[in-house]
């Protein structure tokens, strides 16, 4: 008598860094049976069948769906509108659906709008975990260990297919919470979204001086940390900045207005601003982490 | 016979993360014979003979530099007048001094200040090198090895001044750049101070808002690496600020203008716009370094 496993049958569409990282992360655990992989890049989705990340693939995601027990949609957020619309008339019955999007208003958005109402059996998710690096060659199973997965069930969500996804991802060694849509979308706004525009916005706006040459050369070393992510996938964080919009403006003219008020302080020399904040700053970056 | 070391007696007035390595390094390397530490924490000089960084030390530096070949003033750089007008009747007649200044205009303005001319022994230095951890505790012999250290000789300088400084620090496994003063302070404030006020403000910015203890828990991995410097010395950073004032206001304000033109095509969903810049910055990051 064999026993199945978790999920016997599971689909990934979008075999990159997330996506590949889950298949491995279960795959290792014995927790899948079949992966199929699905993707616009049929050479990425060859290298994930040559890795072993996926048993196979088909180009098609409205093929590679049929049969699945669980679907996972890990394509940049600006192409999960178009996925959802192809796959949801091949759904098998049983099957729960969720995604890793960076945002979540706009992906509740998208379902609604190819649904027309809330689906129960689609758990909106978001792993925080990444590297700045992308595609199924990035991947790799321990990924998600330790980090928080973030879940944001609706109402209208059927408990056993949260309960499902949560599992799912306990099974990968993350620690699953669930909060609302909207406060996602702000915690991440601050503490990803904006960093990423400031490292990129910082690179560039250094390439595009005169001496840039001299200028990266003498780059000192917190440089390489504080710029690490201004690497990370363009296509995938201009979709993140539009689909999060609202709440990463918000973000900028927050900061904006805190560095113009530094700024001033600076040309005034007004060393009980410049102190404090710097002072502040340090004490919430220390109690934060232990370096 | 003795051969007499490459410095008979060294005097640090500043024996933190850079002054500590330096005299460490050189230690290490049979280079220096006597160390002498001065500054104004006397627990940290404690230490710092307790470590063996220094032989003795004296918490007056006019008496610290009595006999000294070198002197190294690695305090923060508004003391580094105070301590030049202090020390300067009481140097050897051969001392060669140097400073390890983040901002070399203002060393210089000091200089001019305190001898009332530029004098041909006094060496500007700056190390590209250091963590956000600072004290005397923080150092380490190989803090130097393979960073870049920039001297900023003047006309002034004399030429067997500057190659005892330029030969110091190479011991130290720095490879030595000389460099004009101004260019000096706008590649520092483009690669070093903005990146650093970017960090301060983004913390502090977070810190405020009214869920900053929901926000600092789900901070992304990218957080921890992006906002490591604004762990650094505040004392030291006020300083930095002041002195490259008018290089770092024109970096703030180049680095705004682009920040706000970023957040004006998010809002306008300026697809061509969002893509290029990440791109541009992606390709100067990866070109910049391969991680």
Redesign the interface.
Known sequence: MSTQPFIPRLCVIGVGLIGGSLARSLREQGKVGEVIGSGRNEENLRTAVHLGVVDRYDIDPTNAVVGADVVVIAVPLGAIGEVLRAIVPHLAAHAVVTDVGSAKGSVVADIERVYGHIPPHFVPGHP?????RSGVEASFATLFQN??V?LTPLAETDAAAHRLIRTMWEFTGAEVVDMGVR?HD???A???H??????????????R?D??A???R??????????????????M??DI??AN?EQ??E??????A???Q??GA??N?D?SV??T??????R???N??L?
């Open positions: 925080i975990a990444g590297t700045e980090r928080r973030i406060h702000v915690v991440l601050a503490t990803s904006l960093p990423h525009m400031l490292a990129y916005t910082l690179v560039d706006t250094l390439a001086l001496d840039r001299e200028i990266f003498y780059a000192a070393g917190g440089f390489r940390d504080f710029t690490r992510i201004a690497s990370s996938d363009p296509r964080w201009h900045c539009v919009r990463l403006l973000m900028i003219a927050l900061f904006s805190d560095l113009e530094l700024a600076i040309r020399g060393q410049i102190l904040l710097f002072e502040r700053a340090k919430a970056r220390d934060l982490y370096d």
